[in-house]
């Protein structure tokens, strides 16, 4: 069900140990969570893309003390929200954020993003090669960015740098609730903040909305600064992989500036490292590619699999931003589109076209079989990645 990636990634990180598969039927899988539950996994693309946009699965539960769990993080392992007014809070939500979050709006934002790269990479220049693309670039600018654009300070990231990666651990539940504990707190601070003193950010809009209370805001802005860091900080760090151990790759972006959008594309696409696929809860008894999942019972969509099927993508397995077929689920799918995907693309392609015009010998200074990644986390991300030029 695990793609080959073109770097060597452990095998409990490709194929994760959170799923034990015991039944195969081809594009959905009974499988046991790490914490002993059983789950349905969908692997195949057409039914992923349906599903991300089916009012028949959620979030929530009837009973959340009683539904299967995905594995100990607070975040994602156990249902969330009313189970009775989940899909018209969803659908407020979103109406809320897109306009925050709208193409124009993050079009505005690319020249300060372009300058907090270009700013970055001048420190990575100035402390010469080789260097750890992971602690230059891949971690601080989406950081900066979400930091900027939310109205976080700066100066708090290490602090809530450590409650995300606390918040994010699938093993530890008391770690993983106190972290996420330690961002609510923060948050409501930050809105207590952007009442008395609101400036042009996201937060302080939310404030300014109709209907939204503070709990909700600081609730829905720590969400933010989660999402919005964590999620590039890993596409940055899987990026440079893809194009520096691909042969051809990193050289025909040098050659050609405009071929940046493609391989963003590609970038979302083509990782197969995952934590076993985006949870969700039957509202109700459903047939998914003939098998009966009932009320309650937990389905996992597996974006990273559905990304790599063969009947969708040739030749799957190779990075390739030439391909025709571009429809990835990396941003997910119909009411459950990233409305962050344009701040994605826009930082993706900063990073990976100055990177290419600044650095054109650019190359891994280190083996691929030593390249390290995060263990028992939410995302599976690059730890350090030695680079020189």
């Known amino acids: 069900m695990t793609a080959q990636l073109p770097f060597h990634v452990p095998e409990p990180l490709r194929t994760p140990p959170a799923l034990q598969e015991l039944c195969d039927t081809g594009v959905i899988h009974k499988v046991r969570t790490r914490v002993g539950d059983d789950a349905w996994l969908v692997t195949g693309y057409e039914e992923v893309r349906a599903l991300l946009d089916d009012n028949r699965l959620g979030r929530s539960h009837p009973h959340p003390e009683l539904a299967p769990r995905t594995g100990e993080s607070a975040l994602l392992g156990t249902p969330v929200g009313n189970h009775g007014t989940e899909l018209a809070d ?7 954020l897109q306009p925050l979050f709208s193409p124009r709006r993050m079009r505005a934002l690319r020249p300060r993003i372009a300058q907090l790269t270009a700013e970055l990479l001048d420190d990575m220049e100035k402390s010469g090669s080789p ?9 601080p600018l989406p950081i900066l960015v979400i930091c900027e654009l939310l109205g976080v300070p700066y100066a708090d990231r290490d602090r809530f740098r450590a409650w995300s990666v606390a918040a994010g651990d699938v093993v530890d539940a008391a770690r993983s609730a106190d972290g996420l504990t330690q961002l609510y707190v923060y948050g409501r601070e930050l809105v207590e903040l952007k009442r008395r003193d609101p400036g042009d950010d996201v937060i302080s809009d939310l404030c300014a909305a109709d209907g939204l209370s503070d709990a909700e805001i600081a609730s829905l802005s720590m969400i933010l600064l989660f999402a919005g860091h964590e999620t590039t900080v890993v596409q940055i760090g899987y990026g440079a992989l893809f194009m520096l151990t691909t042969p051809g790759e990193w050289q025909a972006l040098v050659a050609d500036p405009a071929r940046v959008e493609p391989v963003v594309e590609e970038i979302m696409r083509a990782p197969s490292a995952g934590t076993g696929g985006m949870p969700r809860w039957a509202r109700t008894d459903l047939d998914i590619a003939g098998v009966t999942v009932r009320a309650g019972e937990l389905v996992l969509l597996d974006t990273f699999t559905a990304n790599h099927d063969p009947a969708v993508f040739a030749d799957p397995e190779r990075f390739d931003p030439d391909r025709t077929t571009t429809q990835h689920l990396g941003f997910g799918y119909g009411a459950r589109y990233c409305v962050g995907a344009p701040l994605a693309r826009i930082e993706l392609a900063e990073v990976f076209g100055q990177l290419a015009a600044r650095f054109p010998d650019l190359r891994l200074a280190v083996p691929t079989v030593d390249i390290r990644f995060t263990q028992d986390q939410l995302t599976t991300a690059v730890v350090e990645l030695p ?3």
């Open 90 to 96: 969803h659908a407020r939500m979103r109406r809320i």
């Open 131 to 139: 260097a750890d693309l992971a602690q230059a670039l891949a971690l």
């Open 387 to 389: 680079v020189t030029w």
